[in-house]
């Protein structure tokens, strides 16, 4: 359809149809109980039956053959033809399951994290979702909080790289086309700041923390191209998101030129009445469709209040009409009035769900998204032939799926188990699924040249209403640590779980640790690859590991402050415990090893529009084939704002045989040094900088240069 035609369609609606397009409600409303997949409260959600029958958008229908079956019911009964739109969380993966989001920010890998959104495009536009309420964009140093398993982790620079990849997987360069969907970035904003971690809770920011390190994420995601924004649950500063004119109005839309849809959260609008902002829905309806809120997702809010409130003259139906004119717009934008059903096929479905192809793009981003933090004595990778006995909770598992893994079939993820039986070069192993201890196993353990044992949080632990004041692992994996230390010390430890979790007696009594996350579809086959040498470890952290939970929140872009911890009395830090992560962002071993040379300067001196080149060689001095991120930090000395220690301005990945070395340069550019500055003005200061060239966050490969703004 034309603009025109569009605008023709609007005028042709009542106002009542108008506010219909502005409601979105479960696929519950639509089939039998078996299929609903809920992710919110849906028992009060006081939507009518008969305003459901005539909502504009549908939440998380369960396959090409539900849809079909909606959306031709609603085109036969619909006035003026408009189809509805399926919208859906396929936040890793649609059947074929990629790793947590957290996980696949290790990789620091942008094209493969890009490409992994489009096999959860393909796969779920073949099942009829038209949009993704993903990337999930919040930064969290917090990992207390259980959607840390959905989002890139602590960095913003991280997360803005990886919110555009999303986007540009899901979006391709149209979004109608066959298999790509609509993004829809979440959740604005500073969701993922709540206090003490409490999921739902308040979230104080201060003005430049907020615009300076929470913001960027889903600026980069608008600027990528996402079609709609959803609004998050949480008070920012003590006024609910969802009601923010600041947000949506001043920031999103004037500033940031956003046209797209605005979402509510399930919820969120009706929610502002248990916050304590509104005294009923019509209150609630009120106050997010005055901020800017397009779509009430799962509430009644909007279909009982929006006519009286038009008829009471708060509202003009003139805001209507841009609010409707927007959801038409999305709608026309995925080509739905030439074709309601986009992509919807159940024999695509059947080739696509799972295939090769997908199952190898979700196994590479597994493999790179595993973080090796220790390998004492080159222990692995283990050898084919070796006596290694394999064991733990998590060995004959299958939860290796992040909680938002809707849509996953249960049997088609590979467990390590699996994995190992079906490698087939592997001829000596033994593996003990069980988490008993009894003499056999004893006796198992003792003889074993190696134990590979798999422990961590299960996925039920991590993820949406999922926060933990602990961040221990289960009593019994411990336990079963314990146990077979006592009886052999080659250990290798794989842990899983979708947040930092407290490793540090687990790394004391391992040789070798592997993080391995939630690794999706393919973690077991992954992990037999990686644990055999047949891949080579490059995950980096994108998320610092604590030594406990009573550093919550942690991120290594802290500040001097004016008594730095230098283990003397009176400065930062605690007296029971190092206030340093016990491994920090950025942070990754490989099989090999690799040396950095000093970090060599173009100049000493950045000026608008003259950037500096800093470059470093670095060296494969290993035995392996391996990829390292080379990753550049700057620091601002003195500046009127402070700035943190170290700040991520860049990052590159590079593959070299051992012996080979290679010369990593950066260009260092006004742009990287500007911040914003106590009257938000995003600038650059003169004075003296830092720029490191290192493996992690922990790096001191520095060299000092001089920005200069009058040359
Ligand atoms: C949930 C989540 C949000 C999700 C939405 C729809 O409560 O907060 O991330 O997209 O509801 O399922």
């Known amino acids: 359809m034309t603009n025109n035609e569009l605008r023709d369609l609007l005028s042709e609606l009542s106002l009542q149809e108008k506010i219909d397009q502005l409601l979105q409600i479960s696929g519950a409303y639509y089939y039998n109980d078996q299929n609903v997949i809920l992710t919110g409260p849906c028992e009060d959600s006081g939507v009518k039956i008969e305003d459901a029958r005539r909502a504009g958008s549908i939440i998380n229908a369960t396959s090409a053959g539900f849809a079909k079956t909606i959306q031709s019911t609603h085109m036969k009964t619909c006035s003026k033809n408009i189809p509805l739109i399926f919208m859906a969380d396929v936040i890793n993966g649609y059947k074929t399951i990629l790793p947590a989001p957290i996980a696949q920010a290790c990789s620091f890998d942008p094209s493969l994290v890009e490409a992994g959104a489009s096999v959860a495009a393909a796969e779920a536009s073949a099942a009829g979702v038209m949009v993704t309420f993903s990337p999930m964009v919040d930064l969290v140093n917090d990992s207390r909080w259980g959607r840390v398993m959905e989002s890139a982790g602590e960095d913003p620079y991280l997360s803005c790289v990886m919110a555009k990849a999303m986007v540009e997987g899901y979006q391709g360069e149209d979004c109608s086309k066959p298999g790509r969907i609509a993004s829809c970035v979440k959740h604005f904003a500073g969701y993922g700041a709540p206090m003490g971690g409490r999921d739902y809770d308040n979230c104080e920011l201060s003005p430049l923390t907020l615009i300076e390190d929470y913001l960027p994420a889903y600026k980069a995601a608008v600027d990528a191209g996402c079609e709609l924004v959803m609004t998050s649950y949480n008070l920012l500063n003590r006024v609910p998101t969802t009601s923010s004119r600041e947000l949506i109005k001043d920031t999103l839309r004037e500033s940031w030129d956003f046209n797209g849809v605005v979402i509510s959260d399930w919820a969120s609008i009706a929610e502002m009445i248990t916050h304590g902002l509104c005294t009923d829905e019509r209150e609630a309806a009120f106050a997010a469709f005055r901020a800017g809120v397009d779509i009430d997702m799962g509430t009644s809010c909007y279909s009982?209040?929006?006519?009286?409130?038009?008829?009471?003259?708060?509202?003009?139906?003139?805001?209507?009409?841009?609010?409707?004119?927007?959801?038409?717009?999305?709608?026309?934008?995925?080509?739905?009035?030439?074709?309601?059903?986009?992509?919807?096929?159940?024999?695509?479905?059947?080739?696509?769900?799972?295939?090769?192809?997908?199952?190898?793009?979700?196994?590479?981003?597994?493999?790179?998204?595993?973080?090796?933090?220790?390998?004492?004595?080159?222990?692995?990778?283990?050898?084919?032939?070796?006596?290694?006995?394999?064991?733990?909770?998590?060995?004959?598992?299958?939860?290796?799926?992040?909680?938002?893994?809707?849509?996953?079939?249960?049997?088609?993820?590979?467990?390590?188990?699996?994995?190992?039986?079906?490698?087939?070069?592997?001829?000596?192993?033994?593996?003990?699924?069980?988490?008993?201890?009894?003499?056999?196993?004893?006796?198992?353990?003792?003889?074993?040249?190696?134990?590979?044992?798999?422990?961590?949080?299960?996925?039920?632990?991590?993820?949406?209403?999922?926060?933990?004041?602990?961040?221990?692992?289960?009593?019994?994996?411990?336990?079963?640590?314990?146990?077979?230390?006592?009886?052999?010390?080659?250990?290798?430890?794989?842990?899983?779980?979708?947040?930092?979790?407290?490793?540090?007696?687990?790394?004391?009594?391992?040789?070798?640790?592997?993080?391995?996350?939630?690794?999706?579809?393919?973690?077991?086959?992954?992990?037999?690859?990686?644990?055999?040498?047949?891949?080579?470890?490059?995950?980096?952290?994108?998320?610092?590991?604590?030594?406990?939970?009573?550093?919550?929140?942690?991120?290594?872009?802290?500040?001097?402050?004016?008594?730095?911890?230098?283990?003397?009395?009176?400065?930062?830090?605690?007296?029971?415990?190092?206030?340093?992560?016990?491994?920090?962002?950025?942070?990754?071993?490989?099989?090999?090893?690799?040396?950095?040379?000093?970090?060599?300067?173009?100049?000493?001196?950045?000026?608008?529009?003259?950037?500096?080149?800093?470059?470093?060689?670095?060296?494969?001095?290993?035995?392996?084939?391996?990829?390292?991120?080379?990753?550049?930090?700057?620091?601002?000395?003195?500046?009127?704002?402070?700035?943190p220690i170290k700040e991520l301005k860049g990052f590159k990945r590079i593959t070299l045989d051992p012996g080979e070395e290679f010369t990593v340069s950066f260009s260092i550019t006004e742009e990287m040094l500007k911040f914003y500055n106590r009257d938000y003005e995003f600038k650059a200061e003169k004075g003296e900088f830092f720029v490191f060239i290192g493996d992690s966050s922990d790096t001191e490969n520095k060299q000092l240069f001089y920005y200069d703004d009058n040359k």
């Open 304 to 643: 009982n209040s929006l006519a009286q409130l038009v008829e009471s003259g708060e509202i003009k139906e003139a805001e209507i009409d841009s609010a409707v004119f927007r959801v038409l717009e999305l709608k026309n934008k995925l080509g739905l009035f030439e074709n309601p059903y986009k992509d919807m096929d159940e024999v695509a479905e059947q080739n696509l769900f799972l295939c090769d192809k997908h199952r190898q793009i979700a196994r590479n981003l597994a493999l790179e998204s595993f973080v090796l933090l220790k390998n004492e004595g080159a222990i692995l990778p283990l050898k084919k032939d070796q006596k290694v006995i394999h064991t733990g909770p998590f060995l004959d598992s299958q939860d290796l799926c992040s909680s938002w893994s809707l849509f996953a079939q249960k049997d088609s993820t590979v467990s390590v188990k699996q994995g190992i039986e079906s490698h087939k070069e592997i001829s000596e192993y033994m593996l003990y699924a069980g988490e008993e201890f009894n003499d056999e196993f004893y006796n198992c353990v003792a003889s074993a040249e190696k134990v590979v044992l798999y422990i961590g949080e299960p996925s039920s632990m991590s993820g949406e209403s999922r926060s933990r004041a602990n961040l221990t692992l289960p009593d019994s994996h411990m336990q079963l640590l314990r146990n077979v230390y006592k009886l052999n010390k080659e250990i290798i430890t794989v842990v899983f779980g979708g947040r930092p979790l407290e490793i540090q007696e687990l790394t004391e009594k391992s040789k070798a640790v592997i993080y391995a996350w939630l690794p999706g579809t393919e973690g077991g086959n992954a992990l037999a690859e990686m644990l055999y040498g047949d891949a080579v470890p490059s995950g980096k952290l994108s998320m610092s590991i604590p030594r406990c939970v009573g550093q919550m929140p942690l991120s290594y872009r802290r500040f001097s402050t004016g008594r730095p911890y230098n283990g003397s009395d009176y400065c930062n830090g605690y007296i029971d415990v190092l206030p340093t992560p016990l491994f920090s962002f950025g942070y990754g071993l490989s099989y090999t090893e690799f040396s950095y040379g000093p970090v060599l300067l173009s100049g000493y001196t950045v000026s608008p529009g003259l950037p500096i080149t800093a470059q470093c060689i670095i060296k494969n001095t290993g035995f392996f084939r391996g990829t390292e991120t080379v990753q550049l930090y700057i620091r601002d000395c003195v500046a009127l704002v402070v700035r």
